[in-house]
């Protein structure tokens, strides 16, 4: 009786399992870019180039993240998107979008990118 059960609620345990996994990832992913995005917008309030922002952005962020820079003359805006998927190399892939924005230092450029 107890091989009954088992073989009825293991698919469950693992069902269980898989959509935990995927929650790590995608949780653990939209915290590398809400950290990113910060950094980002960091150095661009300094003044650093939006090449520099990029580049910075892009090794903090998920693999394949996109990074929009954008700004006036007082505040600067960094924007990361990326799709990820959750379960590996399955086809579904998950949107993400983390944003933040800084106050321009004195003197830093006003060239957003």
Do not use: K, N, Y
């Amino acid at each position: 009786m107890v091989t009954a059960e088992t073989a009825v609620v293991l698919p469950v345990l693992l069902l269980v399992l898989a959509g935990a996994v995927a929650a790590v990832t995608v949780v653990g992913a939209q915290l590398r870019c809400v950290d990113a995005a910060r950094e980002g917008a960091r150095a661009a309030a300094r003044g650093e180039p939006a090449a520099t922002v990029s580049r910075l952005v892009g090794e903090l962020a998920p693999a394949g993240a996109a990074t929009r820079v954008t700004g006036d003359a007082e505040e600067v805006r960094v924007t990361v998107a990326v799709r990820v998927p959750p379960l590996g190399p399955f086809p579904v892939a998950v949107p993400l979008t983390a944003a933040a924005v800084a106050v321009r230092e004195p003197g830093s450029a006003e060239d957003p990118g």
